[in-house]
């Protein structure tokens, strides 16, 4: 069921082409003729949720701005990484205009210089992510596998965090020894656990040179926990590179207080991406 009053009163504020090119959704977003996706400015409620330190580290915060401002892409949590950083720096421009401010320090005085970075000079520098999405393994078995999802994403933030408190854990002054070296086994543990089950949750089948073509995801995962190094890390590269964003961050600085010119890029942090 539509509002008729929401239909009349958000119109889509610009379209944007994604590095996905609407490629491994479950269900594919409504594009329009060229192919983009219409993106919406930020309500009052968005704004909201975005500019509350670090929302966008919690996975529902990003979910529900995507829905409001992308709502052609049906399931947020199962859209492929690769164009988030794209649709929030979108919604980003359609709802505070083109200029996105980065600070800089000088490699030569040291300035913290403040720099304004165009967002649309950075959209247009998006194309489709056109890496291959399957791999044959030394031993003939052939690996289709699809990028990162946002769901994903957010098991990885976990992840960080988790690392985080291990490394804050271990400087607890009142743990023993032996508990320290507990802790720290059983946070690895679970850190390299959830590092396999973000690679298998990217593999869409396996097929073995004899058999079978397999897609059930716990098969996977556990197939993919008992092979090799050099196995696991061909699958790994080929998921990573699916995951790329395709955007170009290069950007020539000159330092506003001695003139020295240098290339570098821009940190595209989310967490801090609304706050001004
Ligand atoms: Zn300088």
Same mark, same amino acid.
């Given at each position: 069921m539509t509002n008729p009053l929401i239909q009349a009163y958000r119109k889509p504020a610009l379209y944007v082409a994604l590095p996905s090119g !609407?490629? $491994? $959704?479950n269900e594919k977003p409504k594009m329009s003729v060229d192919g983009e996706l219409a993106i919406y400015s930020m309500t009052a409620r968005d704004e909201l949720i975005s500019k509350t330190p670090d929302a966008l580290f919690n996975g529902e915060a990003t979910f529900s701005l995507i829905s409001s401002? =992308?709502?052609?892409? !049906?399931d947020p949590r199962e859209m492929p990484v690769n164009d988030l950083m794209v649709v929030l720096i979108a919604i980003r421009l359609a709802s505070y205009g083109d200029s996105i401010g980065v600070d800089i320090r000088c490699p030569e005085c040291d300035h913290l210089n403040q720099l304004a970075v165009s967002t649309n000079a950075l959209l247009s520098t998006v194309s489709e992510n056109t890496s291959v999405d399957n791999v044959t393994l030394k031993n003939d078995f052939k690996i289709s596998c699809k990028p990162y999802t946002l769901a994903d994403r957010t098991l990885l933030q976990i992840q960080r965090i988790k690392q985080t408190k291990l490394i804050d854990s271990l400087s607890? =002054?009142?743990?023993t020894e032996e508990e320290r070296q507990v802790r720290f086994g059983e946070t690895f543990i679970e850190i390299a656990d959830i590092t396999v089950s973000l690679i298998a949750n990217a593999i869409t089948q396996v097929k073995p040179p004899e058999g079978e073509i397999v897609q059930e995801a716990e098969l996977i995962l556990e197939w993919l926990k008992s092979i090799t190094k050099t196995d696991y890390d061909q699958i790994r590269t080929i998921v990573e590179d699916l995951s790329d964003n395709n955007i170009d961050t290069n950007f020539d600085a000159t330092c506003q207080s001695c003139e020295h010119n240098w290339k570098t890029t821009i940190d595209l942090d989310i967490a801090n991406f609304f706050a001004g």
């Amino acid at each position: 069921m539509t509002n008729p009053l929401i239909q009349a009163y958000r119109k889509p504020a610009l379209y944007v082409a994604l590095p996905s090119g !609407g490629k $491994y $959704y479950n269900e594919k977003p409504k594009m329009s003729v060229d192919g983009e996706l219409a993106i919406y400015s930020m309500t009052a409620r968005d704004e909201l949720i975005s500019k509350t330190p670090d929302a966008l580290f919690n996975g529902e915060a990003t979910f529900s701005l995507i829905s409001s401002c =992308a709502p052609d892409i !049906g399931d947020p949590r199962e859209m492929p990484v690769n164009d988030l950083m794209v649709v929030l720096i979108a919604i980003r421009l359609a709802s505070y205009g083109d200029s996105i401010g980065v600070d800089i320090r000088c490699p030569e005085c040291d300035h913290l210089n403040q720099l304004a970075v165009s967002t649309n000079a950075l959209l247009s520098t998006v194309s489709e992510n056109t890496s291959v999405d399957n791999v044959t393994l030394k031993n003939d078995f052939k690996i289709s596998c699809k990028p990162y999802t946002l769901a994903d994403r957010t098991l990885l933030q976990i992840q960080r965090i988790k690392q985080t408190k291990l490394i804050d854990s271990l400087s607890d =002054a009142t743990l023993t020894e032996e508990e320290r070296q507990v802790r720290f086994g059983e946070t690895f543990i679970e850190i390299a656990d959830i590092t396999v089950s973000l690679i298998a949750n990217a593999i869409t089948q396996v097929k073995p040179p004899e058999g079978e073509i397999v897609q059930e995801a716990e098969l996977i995962l556990e197939w993919l926990k008992s092979i090799t190094k050099t196995d696991y890390d061909q699958i790994r590269t080929i998921v990573e590179d699916l995951s790329d964003n395709n955007i170009d961050t290069n950007f020539d600085a000159t330092c506003q207080s001695c003139e020295h010119n240098w290339k570098t890029t821009i940190d595209l942090d989310i967490a801090n991406f609304f706050a001004g």
